[in-house]
Nanobody, 125 residues
Framework: QVQLVESGGGLVQAGGSLRLSCTASGPTFSNYAMGWFRQEPGKEREFVAR????????RYAPSVDGRFTISRDNAKNTVYLQMNSLNPEDTAIYYC??????????????????WGQGTQVTVSS
């Protein structure tokens, strides 16, 4: 299993931007598709974005498409989530996750076998 550590969360005003990072250690990072999820208190973990192992394919939740960009640098074992035009509804704990199985339709939390500890993103109005 790959180990994941997120960073980059914080407090930002509505309309602002943040970039989250997730650095992996363990087995070969480039073998894993990566995803970002978010979770608000009392709610289920929600899919945000997914990127294929080589980085060529990306998928987004409709709520973030056009505002968020997922990317990865396999040489640095890191996946990023650039978040622009943030609004208060984006407030959540953001988690990165790794999936060893190919398939861009895999967007459920149960599809990902390794998780980071999460990083808080708070957007003030």
């Amino acid at each position: 299993q790959v180990q994941l550590v997120e960073s980059g969360g914080g407090l930002v005003q509505a309309g602002g931007s943040l970039r989250l990072s997730c650095t992996a250690s363990g087995p070969t990072f480039s073998n894993y598709a990566m995803g970002w999820f978010r979770q608000e208190p009392g709610k289920e973990r929600e899919f945000v974005a997914r990127i294929s192992a080589a980085g060529a394919l990306k998928r987004y939740a409709p709520s973030v498409d056009g505002r968020f960009t997922i990317s990865r640098d396999n040489a640095k074992n890191t996946v990023y989530l650039q978040m622009n035009s943030l609004n208060p509804e984006d407030t959540a704990i953001y988690y990165c996750a790794a999936d060893r199985t190919y398939g861009m339709t895999r967007r459920g939390a149960a599809d990902f076998g390794s998780w980071g500890q999460g990083t808080q993103v708070t957007v003030s109005s």
